[in-house]
């Protein structure tokens, strides 16, 4: 039996964020045609997987693709929400891209969805992918490009299990099982210190969980961002330019790399759960203050690495063993979350890699990255304004993400149609806050004299600065 042949422009392994936001840039920029495949029964990506709690670490304003709103502008009036910018949950984001992907993409005539099906193809010029519930395999010419959009590798509980021993009538589940719990646990041991695990802590909290009764196992302490910093709008325009300047002027002063991580926490650009304990990794995770006060006062941090093993009261860890309460629930955090992200050539021959291509902004890179595709001439010229930025791991991937970053940023404003494009891009923090800033206000533009300034002075420097991480 012959594969059904399909033609395209485009064709898109995967229809998650990434995704969505590339495809969506590249319909607003071009004519192009063009075909999605994707495991999930729905676009939307790891999103499908999370947990009931999750919501986004970022202001919703920012997310999603750019030709559409995410979320009403609310501010999120729950007691650790600090007033700020609302964070869509899970659900509403899955909705938001399923409207995204029906009143939009699908109705414009130029999308075709396949959902649960798998790409099978060698990524080069044989392109096939077969359905998951018949079977029925499908061949694809593509006149255009291949666009990868499955370089982050999300890793979530719910699909990745524990890689540690769990006895028999031990109670260890992912956190998407915790809405479902029936009756009070006699404690309850949160497994992993990322972005996941501060979410389940957080959720445990304020769902009247004692303090006490959490056992908080935290392999790494990570450097925070104070979401108050990324917030939009032109109500925390002084905030977010003062943020962004303090950054570069951290880069442009520091003389060593823990002067520099002193600079940041000292102007508040970064945060630690534990002033008296030096984070051994960064990943991107955004705190609210009160968050943080929440987070410190769960009593029972345990800092003796991985797990290895839990049997009934007692965890076995790589620099330990702690003893819990019989009965306690373990809640497994500890996928990696975005294990992806490797720097890879974003234009590669026929095919564009969707990769990080500014500051830990995954659906804004790859709008930027359509963009750069419809209006650039050749692969050589394209990749010179999308270098690729690290995936934030360790402390010192701060300063590696800023440099690249900043040589892209540079290389962006120097082009009048990018320029003109990044002022009117929703995903694009800066654009949300200075979008209502009028021209005789001229104390704000005082302020975004003084942040090119210290971009400058933070660009002189930044050599120097790499230099020390080899």
């Known amino acids: 039996m012959h594969p059904d042949l399909l033609e395209t422009d485009y064709l898109v392994i995967g229809a998650g964020a990434a995704a969505m936001a590339f495809v969506d840039t590249l319909l607003s920029e071009s004519d192009a045609t063009v075909l999605m495949v994707d495991r999930h029964a729905q676009p939307g990506g790891h999103w499908n997987d999370a947990y009931p709690f999750v919501r986004l670490h970022q202001p919703s304003a920012c997310y999603g693709v750019n030709s559409r709103e995410l979320g009403s502008g ?10 700020l910018y609302e964070l869509a949950s899970g659900t509403e984001i899955l909705s938001y891209y399923e409207q995204v992907m029906n009143q939009q993409f699908l109705r414009s005539g130029r999308v075709r969805y396949y959902p649960m099906c798998d790409y099978i193809g060698d990524r080069t010029s044989d392109h096939r992918f077969v359905s998951l ?6 061949r694809v010419q593509v006149r255009r490009k291949l666009v990868d959009a499955t370089h982050a590798r999300t890793q979530v509980p719910s699909t990745h299990p524990p890689k540690y021993r769990v006895a028999s009538g031990v109670a260890c589940v992912p956190p998407n099982d915790l809405p479902r719990i029936g009756q009070p646990c006699p404690a309850y041991v949160v497994v992993g210190s990322g972005k996941t695990g501060i979410d389940t802590c957080v959720w445990l909290l304020q769902n009247g969980v004692a303090p006490e009764s959490i056992y908080w ?4 302490d990570a450097w925070l961002v104070d979401r108050a910093n990324i917030q939009p709008g032109l109500e925390y325009f002084e905030q977010v330019v003062q943020s ?6 951290a880069i442009a002063d520091a003389t060593s790399l823990p002067d520099l991580f002193d600079r940041l926490e000292q102007s508040g650009q970064l945060l630690r759960i534990d002033p008296a304990v030096t984070p ?34 007692r965890i076995e860890l790589e620099r330990g063993t702690l003893d819990v309460p019989i009965g306690a629930l373990h809640v497994d955090c500890s996928a990696r979350g975005l294990d992806g992200w490797d720097p890879v050539r974003v234009f590669d021959a026929e095919r564009i890699n969707l990769t990080l291509v500014s500051n830990n902004q995954p659906v804004f890179s790859a709008a930027l990255i359509a963009y750069i595709e419809c209006h650039l001439a050749d692969n050589h ?25 900043m040589n892209n940023f540079v290389r962006w404003r120097a082009d009048p149609g990018l320029t003109q494009w990044l002022g009117k891009s929703r995903l694009f923090l800066m654009t949300t806050v200075v979008r209502d800033l009028r021209p005789e206000d001229t104390e704000r533009h005082a302020l975004l004299h003084k942040l090119a300034n210290a971009r400058q002075r933070g660009v002189e420097n930044l050599p120097r600065l790499m230099a020390m991480l080899t």
């Open 280 to 313: 051994t990794a960064y990943r991107g995770a955004t705190v609210s203050q009160a968050e943080l006060g929440a987070l410190r006062g769960i009593r029972h941090k345990v800092r003796l690495g991985h797990v290895q093993a839990i049997a009934p009261g």
């Open 217 to 220: 196992i935290m392999p790494k």
């Open 244 to 249: 962004v300047a303090a950054q570069y002027d």
């Open 381 to 405: 010229e394209k990749n010179a304004y999308c270098e690729p930025v690290p995936t934030p791991r360790l402390p010192e991937d701060w300063i590696r993400i800023w440099a690249s970053y």
């Open 133 to 138: 519930l018949s079977g029925r395999e499908y």
């Open 74 to 83: 609310r501010k999120d009036a729950s007691a650790l929400g600090n007033g």
